[in-house]
Structure formats: C-alpha cells, structure tokens
T-cell receptor, first 112, second 113 residues
Framework: DAGVIQSPRHEVTEMGQEVTLRCKPI?????LFWYRQTMMRGLELLIY????????DSGMPEDRFSAKMPNASFSTLKIQPSEPRDSAVYFCASSHGQSEAFFGQGTRLTVV | AQSVTQLGSHVSVSEGALVLLRCNYS??????LFWYVQYPNQGLQLLLKYTSAATLVKGINGFEAEFKKSETSFHLTKPSAHMRDAAEYFCAVKSGAGNMLTFGGGTRLMVKP
C-alpha cells in the first residue's frame, strides 16, 4: 500500500480564498484523523471520523473550517475563507481499530 | 476521557548518553499507547506501541518503552543517543470504543556532539 496520501503537499493562497486539502487513507482503515501543526500550538486534532462518520469535531477552530468523508477512501478539509493565522502543516492519518495511526506527509499551507 | 502529558518540551543530551523522554497518560479503560517520531519537514512515524502484551516494548532505532500501570506512565528510553536521534517525539493514547487518538504536546530532543 502507498500509505496515506495527501494533496497538495504545498499550498500558497491569498487571504479570503477557499482552500481544500485532500486525503486518501490506507485501504481497509476505518478511522481518519485531521491534525494541524504549528510552532505555537503544536499538534492539534481537528476532527476524526469513524466509518466515515464524524465522531468528534470539537477541535475545528471555527465555522470557516469544514471536513467531509463521502466514502471510505477519501476525505477533504476545507477552509473558507482562509486567513493568515490558518498557515500551518495539516496532517491526515488513518488507522484500523485500536492499531496505530499512519500519517501522511502533510500539506504545508501558507495564507498571505 | 483520555489525555497525555509529556514532561519537558525540550530535552538535551550528549551523544552517547541515556535518552529518557517522559509520558504520563490518563484513561478510564486499558489504553493502547504509542510513541511517534517526527524528523524535520516530515510526517509522524511510529517508533513503538503497547497493546496489552509485554509491558516492555522494543521499537525501531534502539528505542524502548515500559508500560507501568501503577504510575500511568509510558516513558521512552534509549541507552545511547546518536546525532540522528535529534527530532520531536510524541506520545499518544487510544482507549475505549471510539478509537480516538490523543497526542501529548511533544518533546524536542537535541543531541550535542
């Protein structure tokens, strides 16, 4: 398996624009996590899905952020409108049951 | 509810010295515990995991961790640090039926020549 695949790897956008981050989890995994990492706040859990259903989205900063998982092989994290403070590395991870989570390489987002 | 506390956001050791990174967890049910390592500009990769088998767990790159239920700890150790061990280390816990994965704040390990 190719592992967790995230796209794009880098994204530079202007403030106010919509940004969509994509994630393809490992086949057969039933849990998917979105994390955000910054120097100031470290690694933060934004939302996680179990069997395609959002279980906990308490980490989503505000209404500008939304996440979907339309099927077991794809998830998106959308920011609309984007702001400079959203600049961070966004990681997607997937796991099966109580096993370890496998992380993607991340998307480095810069909002100017 | 579950949580993870990593004592020391930065740890500095000399090359060849013992590495000890501390992790304490809280969980209302038996946990699954993990240590991850993150090298600069990379994602997180698994070092080792505890899944209720042996309490002393050996991982990659010479690291190991011991699960101590009485102390609710899962500290990471390595007998002799190498320069290549310089990275950020994260402790994480999973427990209960929800499969939620909770991370500690991370510890940045620096290795001095």
């Amino acid at each position: 398996d190719a592992g967790v695949i995230q796209s794009p790897r880098h994204e530079v956008t202007e403030m106010g624009q919509e940004v969509t981050l994509r994630c393809k989890p490992i086949s057969g995994h039933n849990s998917l996590f979105w994390y955000r990492q910054t120097m100031m706040r470290g690694l933060e859990l934004l939302i996680y899905f179990n069997n395609n259903v959002p279980i906990d989205d308490s980490g989503m900063p505000e209404d500008r952020f939304s996440a979907k998982m339309p099927n077991a092989s794809f998830s998106t994290l959308k920011i609309q409108p984007s702001e400079p403070r959203d600049s961070a590395v966004y990681f997607c991870a997937s796991s099966h049951g109580q096993s370890e989570a496998f992380f993607g390489q991340g998307t480095r987002l810069t909002v100017v | 509810a579950q949580s993870v506390t990593q004592l020391g956001s930065h740890v500095s050791v000399s090359e060849g010295a013992l590495v000890l990174l501390r992790c304490n967890y809280s969980s209302s049910v038996p946990p699954y515990l993990f240590w991850y390592v993150q090298y600069p500009n990379q994602g997180l990769q698994l070092l080792l995991k505890y899944t209720s088998a042996a309490t002393l767990v050996k991982g990659i790159n010479g690291f190991e961790a011991e699960f101590k239920k009485s102390e609710t700890s899962f500290h990471l150790t390595k007998p002799s640090a190498h320069m290549r061990d310089a990275a950020e280390y994260f402790c994480a816990v999973k427990s209960g039926a929800g499969n939620m994965l909770t991370f500690g704040g991370g510890t940045r390990l620096m290795v001095k020549p």
